[in-house]
């Protein structure tokens, strides 16, 4: 199926909630037993927290690592945010009204989390799909050591764009170390804006993109996906472990 691999360890996963000055943030909790070696915060795809992530983090947590995902329309109310669970036109209209300021706090506020619950050290930030596009942003952040942002938008789509929504590319080359992972058929990112990426890594050995042939948006962490790729998932989870080998 291309899912990531079980770890050794046995986990401990819960539900729970961040409280942050405007809302009470909805994150995903998994930690292994006994002492983490570091910490993850994971921001999903745009449909958000829900058990297809609560298995990813159990699952990245069983590699030793404390993991947090945070819920991106935390500031939705929870009733219209459950209606609209599978509806991603409706969902997608929401991210122009998003703030960095917000989802890159949530991020933050998630990796504080680890560092005093679970007393962890380093943390890595890994994204989904919008998530991806997050997890670049908060590449350029001073709390995290590494990043992966897969399949992540690199400019703010053109329906997305809101004053207070960041472009990707900017201060790029300002980031921890970073794997950008892409398809080479993903209408979200398309041949220019990865080679604007490429471009800006130029002299940053420490960052790398790798572009699967043929490959569509979404192709690793959803297998239900008629994109998921199950060969090139498996090797990219196995790329994301290593990457985070480091922290």
């Not at 945010?81 to 991210?95: G, N, P």
């Not at 900017?170 to 990865?194: C, H, M, Q, R, Y």
């Amino acid at each position: 199926m291309g899912l990531l691999i079980e770890g050794r360890q046995e986990t401990i996963v819960e539900t729970r909630t961040i409280d942050r000055e405007d809302c009470d943030l909805p994150v995903i909790h998994a930690r292994p037993e006994g002492m983490p070696r570091a910490g993850i915060v994971l921001h999903p795809d745009i449909f958000g927290v829900r058990p297809l992530f609560e298995d990813l983090s159990r699952r990245l947590a069983s590699h030793g690592f404390s993991v947090a995902c945070v819920e991106p329309f935390a500031r939705v109310d929870s009733d219209v945010r459950s209606a609209a669970a599978d509806d991603v036109a409706t969902r997608m209209s929401w991210v122009s009204g998003l703030r960095d300021v917000d989802q890159l706090g949530d991020l933050e506020a998630a990796a504080n989390m680890l560092v005093v619950e679970d007393d962890v050290a380093n943390i890595g930030v890994l994204g989904f799909c919008m998530g991806g596009m997050y997890a670049l942003q908060a590449a350029k952040l001073d709390r995290f050591e590494a990043s992966v942002a897969m399949y992540g938008m690199i400019r703010v789509p053109e329906a997305w764009r809101g004053p207070a929504v960041g472009e990707p590319l900017d201060n790029i080359t300002d980031v921890v170390k970073t794997l950008a992972i892409f398809g080479s058929l993903d209408p979200w990112t398309p041949p220019e804006d990865i080679a604007a990426l490429q471009s800006a890594w130029r002299e940053r050995p420490d960052c790398e993109v790798i572009v699967i042939d043929g490959a569509e948006h979404g192709f690793v962490h959803a297998p239900e996906r008629p994109a998921h790729r199950p060969d090139d998932a498996a090797r990219l989870w196995q790329r994301t472990l290593d990457w985070f080998s480091s922290l």
